[in-house]
């Protein structure tokens, strides 16, 4: 399965996305990463978040997003039933184990 993380799009992101499966970002990219959002869904590419040890904050970016992965289960529960994110774990492993 092919991915890409935010941080390795370099200046073309819509270019760096075709041909991958998943765009992984992290809690800490989510400011930057309207762009490579937007074009993910264009590219027909998932969206997967590494949002541990972060706060979530709700906002229009979680529409794009597929899978998001956090660190405490109660909050994994709450953020699948009030987000619309297609997956939210809770897990420690890398969130690439996640992918599908």
């Known amino acids: ?18 041909g991958q499966r998943w765009l992984v970002v992290t809690a800490h990219d989510l400011p930057h990463a309207t762009a490579a959002l937007a074009f993910s869904e264009l590219e027909d590419v998932l969206v997967a978040v590494d949002h541990r ?22 909050h994994a529960a709450a953020l ?7 997956q939210v774990l809770a897990s420690d492993a890398p969130v690439e184990t996640h992918l599908w």
Request: glycine share 8%; proline share 2%.
């Open 1 to 18: 399965m092919n991915w890409i993380r935010f941080s390795d799009l370099g200046e073309d992101p819509r270019s760096a996305m075709q």
């Open 53 to 74: 040890g972060v706060q979530v904050e709700h906002g229009l970016w979680m529409r794009a997003v597929h899978l998001m992965v956090v660190s405490d289960t109660k």
């Open 80 to 86: 699948q039933a009030s987000s619309g994110i297609t």
